[in-house]
Each structure stands twice: as structure tokens, then as C-alpha cells.
Antibody, heavy 116, light 107 residues
Framework: EVQLKESGPGLVQPSQTLSLTCTVS????????VHWVRQPPGKGLEWMGV???????AYNSALKSRLSISRDTSKSQVFLKMNSLQTEDTAIYYC??????????WGQGVMVTVSS | ETTVTQSPASLSMAVGEKVSISCKTS??????MNWYQQKSGEAPKLLIS???TLRPGVPSRFSSSGYGTDFVFTINNVLLGDEGIYYC?????????FGGGTKLELK
């Protein structure tokens, strides 16, 4: 069974760095790419970036200067790090699998609040 | 970057009616459009993928059409359980971009 699960702190202080982990099961990170998508409260979906199955990355240009995505294939984990957080970064953060160029499986999401 | 413009922003329909949602893209994306349903408090669910392909297990009441820059998502005979927010998303080029969403309410 394919599963993705996000984990990380629920509260981050302004200007600090967010670190999230997406732990996957039921598939290999070398076979499928994993994306990060976020959703501010009451708003729409924003694509953040991707760890391609081959190991390279791509980022939303609006976030590129602050965002880094990496992985540990041996642990089936994909990591997101974003620095200089502001209140506008308050959102639910999802990791999602890329199945033939569509997001076919999603994690439950993790709510991150940026507040002092 | 391809901009995706989705309309309408909200719909209020009666059970049994037909729902139509439009997405227009700023660049030609062939048929690289995906459609998702998001129910309250849940992650989005993929309903239709590129080439207007219905995903396994998704009822045939859901369908889509379109190519190039104009796309339409349709729900025939809408049911109470179809309430939620629907998103289109283009996968032709990075960054993959979403439409703004359509909130579907059932009367």
C-alpha cells in the first residue's frame, strides 16, 4: 500500500527555518518523484518543488531562494527545508507522489503555523 | 510559467444537476491537465489525469474534456457527497500550477 506521511514542528517562529520530513512506503523514491505542495488556511494549492526520482530537484521560482529539498533513499524519506519564514508561510504542507505526471497519492498534511 | 485560470469560484447546485468547471491556461499544454477533489479537512484526491483519463475507482459521472488552452470538468448527476473544492492543475511544464479552485455546494 502506498503511503506518505509528513512530520515536523507545528509552530515555527518568524525568521526561523522550517524542516519537514516526508516518509513514504509502498514505493521507491528512485522510481517515483515526490513533490511538496502547500495550502494556506482557506486558500488554494501552491506547488513548492519536487525531488525527481533521478535525484535532481526543481523549485517554485517564488520560493527558490529559501527552499531546499533533499532525500535519503535508504530511509525512504524526502526532506523540505525553508528558511526566513514569515506569517504568510502559515499553511498545511503536503508531500505527494508523482504518478505519471499527476499527484496520485498524498500525505495527510502537516499544519505549520508561523508565529512568535 | 503557465497561469491557470479557473471559473467559477463557487457553484451552488441541486442534486441531480450537471456541474461544469472551466480552466484556461496561458500557454498551450496539449492535454496535460489533471483534476482534483478536496473535501473539507482532507488532502486533495486525484480524479482525472492527463489525456482526460478517469482514475481507477472514480465514478463515470466525472469527466473532462479539452486540449491546448481550454478545459472543462463535468459532473453529471451531482450527488451530496460531491461537495468540496475542485482544482485543475497543469503538468505540462515546471512549475506545475493549479487553478484557484471551485467550491461546489449542494443545495
Amino acid at each position: 500500500e502506498v503511503q506518505l506521511k509528513e512530520s515536523g514542528p507545528g509552530l515555527v517562529q518568524p525568521s526561523q527555518t522550517l524542516s519537514l520530513t516526508c516518509t513514504v512506503s509502498g514505493f521507491s523514491l528512485t522510481d517515483y518523484s515526490v513533490h511538496w505542495v502547500r495550502q494556506p488556511p482557506g486558500k488554494g494549492l501552491e506547488w513548492m518543488g519536487v525531488m525527481w526520482s533521478g535525484g535532481s530537484t526543481a523549485y517554485n521560482s517564488a520560493l527558490k531562494s529559501r527552499l531546499s529539498i533533499s532525500r535519503d533513499t535508504s530511509k525512504s524519506q524526502v526532506f523540505l527545508k525553508m528558511n526566513s519564514l514569515q506569517t504568510e508561510d502559515t499553511a498545511i504542507y503536503y508531500c505527494t507522489r508523482d504518478g505519471e505526471r499527476a499527484f496520485d497519492y498524498w500525505g495527510q498534511g502537516v499544519m505549520v503555523t508561523v508565529s512568535s | 510559467e503557465t497561469t491557470v485560470t479557473q471559473s467559477p469560484a463557487s457553484l451552488s447546485m441541486a442534486v441531480g444537476e450537471k456541474v461544469s468547471i472551466s480552466c484556461k491556461t496561458s500557454t498551450d499544454i496539449d492535454d496535460d491537465m489533471n483534476w482534483y477533489q478536496q473535501k473539507s479537512g482532507e488532502a486533495p484526491k486525484l480524479l482525472i489525469s492527463e489525456g482526460n483519463t478517469l482514475r481507477p475507482g472514480v465514478p463515470s459521472r466525472f469527466s473532462s474534456s479539452g486540449y491546448g488552452t481550454d478545459f472543462v470538468f463535468t459532473i453529471n448527476n451531482v450527488l451530496l457527497g460531491d461537495e468540496g473544492i475542485y482544482y485543475c492543475q497543469q503538468s505540462d511544464n515546471v512549475p506545475w500550477t493549479f487553478g484557484g479552485g471551485t467550491k461546489l455546494e449542494l443545495k
